[in-house]
């Protein structure tokens, strides 16, 4: 009897634990979820030139505070790791595409400092030799 009395006071506890804690597993899903889109959206904008160092510090503070149990303090940093990203998204595409033009006019001058030098060289090399030699006599032996 007292055995039966201890088991169901047991179960009856783990029951009780578990009914507490499934919540907390479920929000922490939830935040895992959130975080994983969080950290991929981050991704794509590493991808397109954008620092996103701000971004990933804060994601990682959000990650401790849900493992500390803080998850309304997680959610509060994860809200603003979301407008970040959201604000970083509209100028995203226009940074690609200067990082892009600066790219292409690069190679485009390092492609024709070779050309230049091979057709201005000369001509400025005999420019300068008439220049420095025009008060030059010359005489007949």
């Known amino acids: 009897m007292l055995r039966s009395v201890f088991y169901t006071c047991l179960a009856l506890l783990v029951l009780a634990l578990l009914h507490c804690t499934l919540p907390l ?4 899903s939830e935040l895992d979820s959130e975080v994983g889109d969080l950290v991929e959206r981050a991704g794509d904008l590493y991808s397109k030139g954008l620092d996103v160092s701000v971004i990933i510090e804060k994601l990682n ?4 505070l849900s493992e500390e149990g803080s998850v ?8 603003e790791v979301r407008s970040l990203v959201e604000d970083m998204s509209t ?3 226009s940074v690609y595409f200067t990082n892009t033009l600066i790219k292409g006019v690069t ?3 390092l492609a024709a400092i070779p050309v230049l030098v091979y057709t201005l060289l000369p001509r ?3 420019y300068l030799w008439f220049k420095s030699r025009k008060k030059w ?3 007949r032996w």
């Open 107 to 109: 190679v485009a001058v």
């Open 72 to 79: 309304e303090e997680a959610r509060g940093v994860l809200s």
């Open 124 to 126: 400025v090399y005999l």
């Open 137 to 139: 006599l010359v005489l």
């Open 91 to 93: 100028v995203a595409d």
């Open 61 to 64: 503070s959000a990650v401790v």
């Open 25 to 28: 597993v479920s929000a922490s």
